[in-house]
Structure formats: C-alpha cells, structure tokens
C-alpha cells in the first residue's frame, strides 16, 4: 500500500463547477499537508500550505485536512479552463520531506 | 521575481553516458531537495541539503547519482553511466525554515531521456 493515494483521473468537469479533489494517508505522523498545481512538462506551483487539521481558504480555493481520518480535500470553486491541470497533494512529517500522491489529472471544458 | 531555476531543461544522452544537471535555488533558501518524477507519477524524493550538507538520501539514489551543494548555493546533480531506466525528469526544489514551516518551490525541471 502506497503511503499516499490519490486517484489519477482524468476529471472532466463543465466551466463554473466545483471540483473537489481528494487524497487519503496511511502515515499518522504527517502533519503537513500541500497541494500543487503542474502544468504539461512544468514544474508544481504550491497552491495551498496546511498545518493540521482543519480548512484553509485562498480565493477559489479550498483546503480540508481531516487527520482522524487521514483525508485531505482541494475544492475549486467557479473552476476555469486555465485550471486544467494535475494536481498534486503531497505531505509530510517533522522530516521535511515531502510524499506525493500521483496526481489528478483536471480538465475543465468551456 | 527569481525563482528556482533549473539547466538545462532538456537533456537527450545516449546509454552509459554521465551528465549533469544544475540548480539555481531561491536566493538565501537554506534546504534545496532532488525529487525525480516519470509520467503519471508523483514526484519521488532523492535527496536534499540543509546549506552544504546533505542530510539525507532516498535509496533511490543509486551509487550512479552524486549530488553537491558547494558553499550552500546551487547545486549539481550527476547520473554516471546512466541507463534508460533513468529517463525522467529530475526536479529541484528549495526552502526556508521558518518556525516549522518549510514551503517547498519548485523549478521547472530538466527532461531526462535516455535513448
């Protein structure tokens, strides 16, 4: 079993959707919590940072971190063509270093 | 705005080949980190450097790959004899410790094909 799941997708959701992008953990001691935009043979761009549990909000973007039961959360509102993307979540413990999951790959359809 | 910067973005080499890959981190980032990632996958950990040293190692990386951070600047990346199991591409990332948070920027990434 991987220490992070995540499912690969693809989504394809109408303009204007919310999406909701999930990933489940089996590490208990992960307590931080990313997630990360790549585009098409890009680097990640950090989207959201989370300590912990509980939710963390930057515009159209949502973060849900449920540690009882190693859940985390992205939701898109009002998603956009130019949010087509895969999405990344990685985590970590007190080591630094970052587990990803393998990605959801969104499209958004004008 | 100078963010993680990464040379050379494409890389094609013939098997048994070495190369070398740089990375410019954020300036003054203290932690700078090696992730490999191939396609549909996630990126894999490698290695990663707190200034000059280099504080821990994925037993990923084989006795091929030697990583250096002179002075807590940039950073190399080297694969000797590589193999076409080592087409992927190779991202750098770099931080700064603050208070325990250490949010992890990305550079593009250097293209690794192995023919």
């Known amino acids: 079993q991987k220490e992070v799941e995540q499912d690969p997708g693809p989504l394809s959701v109408p303009e204007g959707a919310i999406v909701s992008l999930n990933c489940t953990y089996s590490n208990s001691a992960f307590q931080y919590f990313m997630w990360y935009r790549q585009y098409s043979r890009k680097g990640p761009e950090l989207l959201m940072y989370?300590?912990?549990?509980g939710n963390k909000e930057d515009g159209r973007f949502t973060a849900q971190v449920d540690k009882s039961s190693k859940y985390i959360s992205l939701f898109i509102r009002d998603s956009q063509p130019s949010d087509s993307a895969t999405y990344l979540c990685?985590?970590?413990?007190?080591?630094?270093?970052?587990?990803f999951g393998t990605g959801t790959r969104l499209k958004v359809l004008a | 705005d100078t963010g993680v910067s990464q040379d050379p973005r494409h890389k094609i080499t013939k098997r048994g080949q070495n190369v070398t890959f740089r990375c410019d981190p954020i300036s003054e980032h203290n932690r700078l980190y090696w992730y490999r990632q191939t396609l549909g996958q996630g990126p894999e950990f490698l290695t990663y450097f707190q200034n000059e040293a280099q504080l821990e190692k994925s037993r990923l990386l084989s006795d091929r790959f030697s990583a250096e951070r002179p002075k807590g600047s940039f950073s190399t990346l080297e694969i000797q004899r590589t193999e076409q199991g080592d087409s992927a591409m190779y991202l750098c990332?770099?931080?700064?410790?603050?208070?325990?948070?250490?949010?992890?920027?990305f550079g593009p990434g250097t293209r690794l094909t192995v023919l």
């Open positions: 990685a985590m970590s413990g007190r080591t630094y270093k970052y587990i």
């Open positions: 990332a770099s931080s700064n410790i603050v208070g325990f948070t250490d949010t992890q920027y």
């Open positions: 989370t300590y912990s549990s």
